[in-house]
């Protein structure tokens, strides 16, 4: 993320507002917009004075796979294994008495029952509106750097180079 501190917790940004100033460029993909920053960067210009900015946002849904109830009740097993592992781990740490790997087991394997009944019961309830597993993303068509107008010049010859 670009408003982190170096030390954790976040800086104070202006998200609320797009950047006023000269665009400089524009590139098709983030990446080559990361690459022009990092040549300001390079050439001791000032980064604080630059933004990237996303043009023409499209929402892109890529669907996976066909979803089925063994496919439902595998991925339920798995994060409710790894949260009862969580939990059996952290009351562990809370109660000395209690013996490990027994406990941390038998909560592995509770939360993995939970989480496959609960996947196949929301799956069933939904079967035939959503039959298939997607991921979602935010991509832009364009990216534009964005500078102050007091630097845009230096800015331009430094990515002319």
Same mark, same amino acid.
């Given at each position: 993320? =670009?408003? +982190?501190?170096? &030390?954790?917790? /976040?800086?104070? =940004? ?5 950047? /006023? ?9 983030? @990446?080559?917009? +990361? ?18 900015? @996303?043009?023409?946002?499209?929402? *892109?849904? /890529? *669907?996976?796979?066909? +979803? ?6 595998? =991925?339920?097993?798995? =994060? ?8 059996? &781990? &952290? ?22 029952? &939970? ?11 939904? /079967? ?8 979602? +993303? ?12 007091? *630097? ?10």
């Amino acid at each position: 993320m =670009s408003n +982190q501190k170096p &030390f954790g917790g /976040r800086a104070p =940004s202006d998200s609320a507002t797009i950047p /006023r100033g000269e665009i400089i460029a524009s590139y098709e993909s983030y @990446g080559e917009a +990361q690459a022009a920053v990092d040549t300001l960067a390079h050439a001791d210009f000032p980064v604080a004075e630059v933004s990237i900015v @996303g043009n023409d946002l499209k929402s *892109v849904e /890529r *669907v996976i796979g066909k +979803q089925s109830y063994a496919r439902a009740a595998i =991925s339920g097993a798995l =994060s409710g294994l790894w949260l009862g592992l969580f939990f059996g &781990f &952290f009351l562990v740490i809370l109660s000395p008495t209690a013996t490990s790997l027994p406990f941390i087991a038998a909560a592995s394997l509770i939360g993995a029952g &939970f989480g496959l009944l609960f996947r196949i019961v929301t799956y069933s309830i939904s /079967r035939r509106r959503r039959d298939f597993t997607s991921t979602m +993303q935010v991509i832009a068509t364009s990216y534009s750097l964005v500078v102050s107008p007091d *630097v845009a010049n230096k800015a331009r010859n430094v990515l002319e180079r």
